[in-house]
C-alpha cells in the first residue's frame, strides 16, 4: 500500500518502537522522547529509568510478539526503546488531551528547544509507530500503588485523543472498560469508528462488476470512435464561413437553455476518449454517480448527519442521501490511509471503513464534486482547497483487496437504482447511446451535409445568395 504514497505511512519527524527507531532522518528527534521520558519518570518518583527498564525486560518476548516483522535488535536495546517511546507517549497523550495546561503548546528537549504536538500527531497515528497499550498498563502498574490512573484516568485520556484526531464521529456508547483491551492507539480509533457494525452485518456475495465494466469499455469505444470521426469531420466543416455563422447561432440557442446546456457538457465528456489524459491503474473503484452527476442529473439532495458512518443511508422517496460529516485537515490522509493498511491487514471479512472512503472515493470526481459537498456541510474542509480533498480520496482505496461491505452496498445499489432510472438521466442516456451511439449512420449524414454545404457555398460565391434572399423578400 506505502507504494501509491509512501509519505502517508512513514513517519516524517519521529519514530516510535522498534521499526524506525534507526533511522537516521529521525534520530534528531531522540533528544525530545528522552526529556519527557525523563520528566514522567521523575514524577513516577519511585524507580529509577534503569531500574523501569530491568523490570520490564521480562516482557521482550511478549514485546516482540505484538510486531509482525522480525526484530533484529538486542533485548536490552528493545526495552530501553520500548521504555522511552512509551513514556514519552504517555506524556505527550497527556498534555495534549490537557489542552488548558501551559506545556501542552510545545515538545521541549533538555536544551529548552520547543516543538509543537501537533507537528507530530501524524507520525503518532501510523500503523508501524504503534505502542502496544499493554506497555502502558505495565509501566503505570509497576511505578503506582493507586489505581486510578490505571482504571479511570488512562482510558479517559486515550479515548480523548481518538475523539480530538479521529476525521470522522465516534460511537458515543464506547465502554471505557474495553478501552486498554485494545492492542494499540490505531486499534482504539479503529474500533471507536467501527465497533459493531462489521460485527452486525450478514456475509453477501459481493457484486460483480465484470459485465459493467465489460459493457462500460465497449461504450468508451464506440465514443472512442464517434469522437475521432467527429473531430476530423468538424475540422473539414468549420473551414467553411456558412457553418461558422450556423454554429455560432446554434451555440446561443444551446447556452441559453439551461437544460440543454447542462446535456451538451455532458455529453461532450462522455465522448470523450480514454487516452486522452493518463490515468493511474486502479484495483477497483464503486460504480456509483458522482456528487454533481447526482444533484443535477437526478436531482438527490446531499444531508449532512451528526452520528457515524452507520448513519449512512439513501431515502429514495425524498430524494436524499445521508452523509455523516467529516473533517479533513493536514493530518486527515496520514490517519485514513493508516486506518484502511491497519483494517486490511487484521480484519478478514468486510472491510467497513475502506468500502466508506470508497465511497466518497466515488462521489467525488472532481474539485465540483467536493465543493457541493463542502457546501452541504458534509466535509468541513481545513485543507487548502477542494483540489486537495478530491487528491485526498483519489484512489485511496485501490491498493486494498477486493472488498464487500453489505450495509454500504445497499445504499450504493439503492443510489444507482435511482438514478439510472431518474427521467433526466434516461433523457441523457438516450442522446449519448442513439445520437452519440449511432456514429455510422451520423457519419454518413455528416458527409451528405459537407457534400451540400460545399455546393451551396460554390452556389453563394457565384449568384451572391444574399441579394437574391433580398430581392425574394416581400417588401
Not at 149 to 173: A, E, M, Q, R
Request: glycine share 4%; with cysteine; aromatic share 10%.
Amino acid at each position: 500500500m506505502a507504494s501509491f504514497r509512501p509519505e502517508a505511512y512513514m513517519p516524517q519527524l519521529m519514530g516510535l518502537g522498534p521499526y524506525h527507531h534507526c533511522d537516521p532522518d529521525l534520530y534528531d528527534m531522540e533528544r525530545y522522547k528522552l526529556a519527557a521520558a525523563t520528566r514522567l519518570q521523575k514524577q513516577f518518583k519511585t524507580l529509577e529509568f534503569e531500574q523501569l527498564v530491568n523490570k520490564l525486560m521480562k516482557f521482550e518476548y511478549t514485546v516482540r510478539a505484538c510486531y509482525h516483522k522480525y526484530l533484529d535488535i538486542e533485548g536490552n536495546t528493545l526495552m530501553w526503546i520500548m521504555a522511552i517511546d512509551g513514556l514519552f507517549l504517555l506524556e505527550f497523550l497527556q498534555i495534549f488531551t490537557n489542552k488548558d495546561d501551559s506545556k501542552a503548546a510545545h515538545l521541549v528537549d533538555s536544551a529548552g528547544r520547543k516543538l509543537s504536538h501537533d507537528s507530530i500527531l501524524s507520525d503518532v497515528m501510523l500503523l508501524e509507530n504503534q505502542i502496544p497499550f499493554f506497555l502502558f498498563r505495565k509501566i503505570i502498574s509497576l511505578q503506582i500503588s493507586q489505581d486510578d490512573l490505571y482504571d479511570n484516568s488512562l482510558p479517559l485520556i486515550l479515548t480523548t485523543f481518538c475523539h480530538s484526531i479521529s476525521p470522522v464521529k465516534l460511537k458515543d456508547d464506547f465502554p471505557l472498560t474495553g478501552v486498554l483491551n485494545r492492542s494499540h492507539l490505531l486499534d482504539l480509533l479503529y474500533h471507536m469508528i467501527v465497533p459493531e457494525l462489521a460485527d452486525q452485518l450478514t456475509q453477501e456475495a459481493p457484486a460483480t462488476l465484470e459485465s459493467i465494466t465489460e459493457s462500460k469499455s465497449s461504450q468508451q469505444a464506440d465514443s472512442a470512435n464517434s469522437y475521432q470521426i467527429f473531430t476530423t469531420l468538424w475540422e473539414i466543416l468549420s473551414r467553411l464561413r456558412i457553418i461558422k455563422k450556423i454554429a455560432d447561432y446554434v451555440k446561443k440557442i444551446i447556452t441559453g437553455a439551461p437544460g440543454l446546456s447542462f446535456l451538451a457538457a455532458k455529453a461532450k465528456e462522455s465522448i470523450k476518449p480514454e487516452n486522452s489524459q493518463p490515468k493511474p491503474v486502479q484495483v477497483e473503484k464503486i460504480m456509483i454517480p458522482s456528487a454533481s452527476y447526482l444533484s443535477e442529473i437526478a436531482g438527490v439532495e446531499f444531508c449532512p448527519t451528526t452520528g457515524d458512518i452507520s448513519t449512512i443511508k439513501f431515502d429514495e422517496k425524498e430524494n436524499k442521501f445521508y452523509l455523516p460529516i467529516i473533517t479533513l485537515n493536514v493530518h486527515s490522509e496520514a490517519i485514513i490511509r493508516n486506518l484502511i493498511a491497519y483494517e486490511a491487514s487484521t480484519v478478514s471479512d468486510s472491510l467497513v471503513f475502506a468500502r466508506y472512503t470508497e465511497l466518497l472515493d466515488g462521489i467525488i470526481d472532481t474539485a465540483e464534486d467536493a465543493k457541493l459537498l463542502r457546501e452541504k456541510k458534509i466535509i468541513v474542509n481545513k485543507l487548502k482547497n477542494d483540489d486537495e480533498v478530491l487528491q485526498l480520496f483519489d484512489g485511496i482505496g485501490k491498493s486494498v483487496r477486493l472488498t464487500n461491505a453489505p450495509y454500504f452496498d445497499k445504499t450504493i445499489e439503492d443510489v444507482n437504482k435511482f438514478f439510472y432510472n431518474s427521467p433526466r438521466f434516461r433523457i441523457y442516456s438516450g442522446v449519448r447511446k442513439y445520437v452519440f451511439g449511432s456514429w455510422k449512420i451520423l457519419t454518413l449524414l455528416a458527409g451528405i451535409l459537407i457534400l451540400l454545404l460545399t455546393g451551396l457555398q460554390s452556389f453563394c460565391s457565384v449568384y451572391t445568395c444574399p441579394v437574391m434572399i433580398n430581392s425574394a423578400a416581400p417588401n
